[in-house]
């Protein structure tokens, strides 16, 4: 036997991945995709648009979380600036730069003051050497008088801050020490955020799941009410065919067959409505898988003779689990989140009146700076701190919004109790309907044996020619009805067993 060769430049995973999709997704001889009820419920959880969207939730809600955490750590940033100004910082006022300018014109007058009222010029006026050394004195007056107007002008110039155009910079590191436990609510309202959004999946995935299941089943029982409705149809139209006979033989009237043609034409009618609704309800479990509406596919259970072969759960048994019910719906789970995050709510309200610390420090750096005088380069100086920061009066801010959350949980929990009552509700009616289903179930297939009786009588009676067509037609329809009874009352079971089933929160 010749071996198999794998194709050139394909892996060995590229060249089984159709063989391994289809041992999941087969194909009918039809070209009718195969569907199980397990690969429906992948299909439709895979695809469900709410699904993703609550995926991305959840990982939303990751986010914000981690974002929180980062609150405990200290925070650094950088600073930069740039400022222009029309008119420049002056630490002199004119008056005093004016003085300090003519400093040494102010000195020489001062001194040329003292010497008139001391007399001592008018003394040297008749002495030739003291008209000298009066000259001398004026010339070095005058001299002085210039230098220290020099030095006063370059006090002056130093005091110049020429501030009109400012750099400035700075590092900044802040840690925070105690916020009033804001920091620690808002991380739990994070984590209780995180837990809510997987809470809400969880009610989307079995949410997703019951819709599946209704609809799958749903084309089952339609499968089966076609087949019944084609086998209702063959023996009304086998009851013509025999009444036409005998209204050819003479021993039927008119009448009969009339009667009987009427029953063929409902047979049909029945038989389109069936047809029509089967395809639009294969369309709606095409949507929930993802599949496009007009995909043909077949389902494995559309030829199951019994659909009822399921695990019966009795009123005990359900009603004995409800604690399991209380535990794992997620609508519960989410009723109790809003009051956890209502509390946290409360607790972030408390911080505004609590005091604040927090450590900081960084390096800062300006140009002018005043470090070294005024100087025209970048210079700067390391720092830290500790802040603190106390709320004295807010006009009851604070007092306000923590009665307002107060009272949002008090809703809250009086939302759970209500929703507590309705579940142990539901899970009893639900258990109920488990019980009624099954009974439902033990008097439709009495019901099928009783009517298969009288079907198979009334047919040899019939045949005998001691039973009218209308008898026989009146047994075809109470054949077709008991069918159709058990077939209802056969998908009831199971579609009681998938709402027990979510209303415990165990739907798998």
Not at 56 to 64: F, M, R
Request: charged share 20%; aromatic share 6%; proline share 3%.
């Amino acid at each position: 036997m010749s071996k198999m060769k794998m194709p050139a430049g394909k892996s060995m995973i590229s060249w089984l991945l159709p063989f391994y999709l289809l041992s999941f997704f087969p194909i009918t001889a039809s070209g009718q995709r195969l569907l199980t009820l397990d690969s429906c419920r992948a299909l439709g959880l895979r695809n469900n648009k709410q699904m993703r969207i609550a995926e991305v939730k959840q990982d939303v809600a990751k986010n914000i979380r981690q974002a929180a955490r980062t609150k405990y750590l200290p925070h650094v940033s950088a600073i930069g600036t740039y400022e222009h100004t029309s008119r420049e910082v002056s630490i002199l006022n004119d008056s005093q730069k004016q003085k300090l300018s003519h400093l040494g014109t102010t000195m020489a007058t001062g001194i040329g003051a003292i010497g008139q009222s001391s007399g001592i010029s008018a003394a040297m006026q008749g002495n030739p050497l003291g008209q000298a050394l009066e000259q001398q004195m004026s010339q070095t007056v005058n001299t002085m008088a210039g230098v220290l107007n020099q030095f006063g002008q370059e006090v002056v110039d130093a005091f110049r801050t020429d501030s009109r155009n400012i750099w400035a910079g700075s590092i900044l590191l802040t840690q925070p020490l105690f916020m009033g436990g804001s920091i620690v609510a808002a991380n739990k309202m994070a984590d209780i955020s995180e837990d809510m959004a997987y809470n809400r999946a969880e009610a989307q995935r079995q949410a997703t799941l019951y819709n599946i299941d209704k609809a799958y089943w749903q084309v089952v029982s339609l499968n089966h009410k076609k087949k019944l409705a084609e086998g209702y149809r063959d023996l009304v139209k086998k009851l013509d065919n025999d009444v036409n006979m005998m209204i050819a033989e003479g021993v039927a009237t008119r009448s009969d067959g009339l009667s009987v043609s009427v029953k063929v034409n409902e047979a049909e009618m029945a038989l389109t409505q069936v047809n029509d609704g089967l395809v639009l309800s294969k369309m709606l479990l095409c949507q929930l898988c993802g599949l496009p509406v007009n995909e043909q596919i077949t389902l494995a259970d559309e030829n199951m003779a019994d659909l009822s072969d399921v695990l019966s759960m009795n009123s005990h048994s359900a009603a004995s689990e409800m604690p399991t019910a209380l535990a794992n719906r997620p609508e519960l789970k989410l009723l109790q989140n809003a009051i956890d995050l209502s509390h946290q709510s409360t607790n972030l309200m408390k911080a505004g009146n609590l005091p604040q610390v927090a450590l900081t420090g960084g390096y800062a750096i300006s140009n002018p700076n005043v470090l070294n005088g005024f100087e025209k380069k970048f210079s700067g100086f390391w720092h830290v701190g500790v802040m603190l920061r106390v709320p004295i009066w807010n006009w009851g801010d604070v007092k306000y919004k923590v009665r307002a959350s107060k009272g949002a949980t008090a809703i809250a929990n009086l939302e759970l109790e209500e929703a507590r009552e309705m579940i142990e509700l539901q899970v009893s009616q639900n258990s109920f309907r488990v019980d009624e289903a099954n009974k439902k179930l033990t008097m439709a297939k009495t019901n099928i044996e009783r009517a298969e009786e009288n079907l198979r009588t009334a047919n040899l009676g019939f045949q005998e020619g001691v039973i009218t067509p209308t008898t026989v037609m009146e047994a075809q329809t109470a054949w077709l009805q008991a069918q159709s009874q058990k077939i209802d009352a056969e998908i009831d079971v199971r579609l009681s067993h998938v709402e027990l089933q979510k209303s415990l929160g165990v739907l798998e």
